[in-house]
């Protein structure tokens, strides 16, 4: 089956620092990924919509200056939480939809757990 | 707008009994799709099953069956003969067509026994 991966699996920063997250589609292209965000114990809600080559959509609520959101290719795209605070830390978790598949399916990566100190 | 309610929070069951997950869901799109995901510990989301509204006919696989009724808009998930290795957090999450744009409940926290 499709396989997306994230990297890092698990970060810990500072306060104030910018963290990269990698989200990429090991065997098929991506024409679009998403991703979500988990607080402990909670569902998870989606943060933005990530086309490539062009601008994310954002959620409602999501800051788009702090989760920036770079979908460079058809097979990776990243999200960066800059100048994090301790109420970013969460499990982070993207997703994707092949290029040309059904758009009802979509494959998750297997998330990355951010702490913020 | 659309909602997933899984009113269960947590259903604790000892190995080998059967266990009902109930999911509710709202939304006024006609075409839309109806997914059930298994979080363990580990975080990684895995697939379960995949339903569009207009295939109302129950699914089962293995241990696991789906029960979907329109007329309820209810989406209910049975395990059969539960195990401890389904203990996990459930999810049930609701799409239009886009799958990736998918409403998820708020889970619900399976505790199998031995």
């Known amino acids: 089956g499709a396989v997306v991966s994230q990297h890092p699996s698990r970060v810990i920063c500072k306060s104030g620092t910018s963290v990269k997250i990698e989200c990429r589609s090991l065997?098929?292209?991506?024409?679009?990924m998403f991703w979500y965000r988990q607080f402990p114990k909670q569902s998870l809600m989606l943060m933005a919509t990530?086309?490539?080559?062009?601008?994310?959509?954002?959620e409602q609520g999501v800051e788009k200056d702090k989760f920036l959101i770079n979908h460079a290719s058809l097979t990776l795209s990243t999200l960066t939480v800059t100048s994090a605070h301790p109420e970013d830390s969460s499990f982070y978790i993207c997703?994707?939809?092949?290029?040309?598949?059904?758009?009802?399916?979509?494959?998750f990566g297997p998330g990355t757990r951010l702490t913020v100190l | 707008a659309q909602k997933v309610t899984q009113a269960q929070t947590e259903i604790s069951v000892v190995e080998k009994e059967d266990v009902t997950l109930d999911c509710v869901y709202e939304?006024?799109?006609?075409?839309?799709?109806l997914f059930w995901y298994k979080q363990p510990p580990s975080g990684e989301l895995v697939f379960l099953i995949r339903?569009?509204?207009?295939?109302?006919q129950n699914e089962i696989s293995g241990r696991y069956s789906w029960n979907f009724q329109k007329s309820t808009s209810s989406f209910n998930f049975t395990i059969t003969a539960s195990q401890v290795v389904d203990s996990a957090v459930y999810f049930c999450?609701?799409?239009?067509?886009?799958?990736?744009?998918?409403?998820f409940g708020d889970g619900t926290t399976l505790t199998v026994k031995p």
């Open positions: 990530s086309n490539e080559g062009s601008k994310a959509t954002y």
């Open positions: 999450a609701l799409s239009g067509t886009n799958a990736g744009k998918s409403t």
């Open positions: 339903r569009n509204s207009f295939d109302e």
């Open positions: 997703s994707a939809q092949a290029r040309g598949g059904a758009i009802d399916t979509q494959y």
């Open positions: 939304t006024r799109d006609t075409t839309y799709y």
């Open positions: 065997d098929f292209q991506a024409t679009t």
